[in-house]
């Protein structure tokens, strides 16, 4: 019978303890706060519905930071992501929000650090061959330089934010190969672009990885939903707002990007 009751008594105490444990780390996950860093492929350029406050940085309450935020009511919502930023204006700008009781961090970038806004309008405008070759510059740059940037970038975030879960979003392949897409583009130069965007998503994926962070690949949820697909998330040239062309939609946001962050933080 003493045997009996000594093993019901600690019984008792471990479940109080793990009470206090599950509480306490309930109430910390609820105590944290959200911060999402980056450009514009994070502050939603393309998907509308911006906030004027931003400015040229055109942060969208359809961006999926915003609506992530929406549905989970962190503690603190810090939307600083900005349209055209660098890993440079990420360092520079953006690290202010960051501090020990930050619990998620989301960020994309990198892309601008290629110059992809370049190749993109190189390939619009020029021959074939120019198209590939700034392709082709493009992907020496990731090989080379970006790495560097990119460990920079992610020790920065750690640093100030050392509790944060840092979740790296990727980048999207722009074009579906053999697509619905009869003018524009030559599939020389899609698949060109496309194999850049691969270079560029496994660059990123390899230094979160060695980073210790989490990589968040949304080239699963686009595919079916590239330009030339029928059923795009992502906008083509758009010669009456530049700015837009090969960024998501609303749509790409809430579906192709929001469900991939979601999984992850």
């Known amino acids: 019978m003493r045997r009996t009751r000594i093993a019901a008594y600690v019984a008792s105490l471990l479940f109080a303890a793990t009470a206090v444990l599950t509480g306490a780390a309930t109430a910390q996950a609820a ?3 959200y911060v999402a860093l980056g450009d514009s492929y994070s502050s939603g350029v393309g998907a509308g519905s911006y906030d004027s406050a931003s400015g040229s940085c055109k942060r969208s309450t359809k961006a999926y930071p915003a609506l992530w935020a929406a549905s989970h009511a962190p503690a603190s ?3 600083v992501a900005c349209s055209g930023a660098v890993t440079g204006d990420v360092l520079n700008n953006q690290l202010g929000p960051l501090n020990s009781s930050t619990g998620l961090v989301s960020i994309s970038i990198g892309g601008n650090d290629a110059g992809f806004a370049d190749v993109m309008t190189t390939c619009v405008l020029y021959s074939e061959s120019t198209c590939v070759d700034r392709v082709n510059q493009a992907r ?8 560097a940037k990119l460990d920079s970038v992610y020790r920065a975030i750690k640093a100030k934010a050392p509790s944060a879960r840092v979740v790296v979003l990727g980048y999207p392949r722009f074009y579906q190969l053999g697509g619905s897409c009869i003018a524009g583009l030559s599939e020389t130069e899609r698949s060109a672009i496309n194999g850049a965007a ?4 496994t660059t990123i994926a390899g230094r979160v990885s060695a980073a210790g962070l989490t990589f968040g690949d949304v080239r699963t949820t686009f595919t079916g939903h590239e330009i030339c697909s029928g059923s795009s998330w992502l906008h083509s040239v758009n ?16 579906s192709g990007y929001l469900p991939v962050f979601a999984s992850k933080a």
């Open 31 to 33: 105590g944290t706060g």
């Open 140 to 147: 020496a740059y990731v090989t080379s330089t970006l790495p």
């Open 198 to 201: 691969d270079l560029l998503d």
């Open 77 to 79: 919502f810090n939307f």
């Open 239 to 254: 010669w009456t707002n530049i700015g837009e062309s090969y960024h998501p939609t609303a749509t790409g946001q809430s």
